[in-house]
């Protein structure tokens, strides 16, 4: 794979390039927005919410999610969110923020995802204490994201001056 962080940087770019990836970051932002105000309306993100939405609920009449339902889920998902922030995580090293945030930001962001994917399973199957390991992890993802967010996004369209000297945007 090729090392992104070397040479090419977003603030180089023409606007083209820029506009396309600050549509793609936007679409992220709305898919993120989407599935918070999802699990919003599925569990309030209440620990309590989460847990009964997981381990079934008297109060509710809600069922457990069966072993099939999560592994359907886990499934999607754990094809999916590696990949988004793999992509996520390539745009902020094409940026110039230091290596040791670049680090924290990879590190925080996939730590998240994998919190996120595990924590459905011991909810259900463990106990319902493991609410704390996915709302830890989703609060890992999300801070991640708009790290990985606003850092290109500003790079790309606040910061003026490219890094490489004699380098000027072409018109159109």
């Avoid at 970051?25 to 209440?46: I, Q, R």
């Avoid at 094809?79 to 995580?89: G, N, W």
């Avoid at 110039?96 to 990879?106: E, F, G, M, P, Y």
Wanted: proline share 5%; no cysteine.
């Amino acid at each position: 794979m090729r090392n992104f962080n070397q040479r090419f940087k977003l603030r180089d770019s023409d606007r083209h390039i820029r506009l396309l990836y600050t549509l793609f970051l936007l679409l992220m932002l709305a898919g993120f927005t989407f599935s918070f105000f999802w699990a919003h309306s599925m569990t309030g993100l209440s620990p309590q919410g989460i847990a009964d939405h997981y381990r079934g609920s008297d109060a509710t009449f809600g069922e457990p999610m069966s072993f099939r339902e999560l592994a359907e889920v886990t499934h999607f998902h754990l094809f999916t969110m590696p990949v988004v922030f793999m992509i996520l995580i390539h745009v902020m090293y094409l940026t110039n923020a230091s290596h040791r945030l670049k680090a924290a930001v990879t590190w925080g962001g996939l730590g998240g995802v994998m919190l996120d994917l595990i924590s459905p399973w011991l909810i259900s199957y463990v106990s319902p204490i493991f609410v704390i390991t996915m709302l830890t992890g989703d609060t890992l993802m999300t801070v991640s994201f708009l790290i990985m967010m606003g850092i290109p996004l500003y790079e790309m369209w606040i910061l003026q001056q490219p890094l490489m000297a004699g380098k000027h945007s072409s018109p159109g």
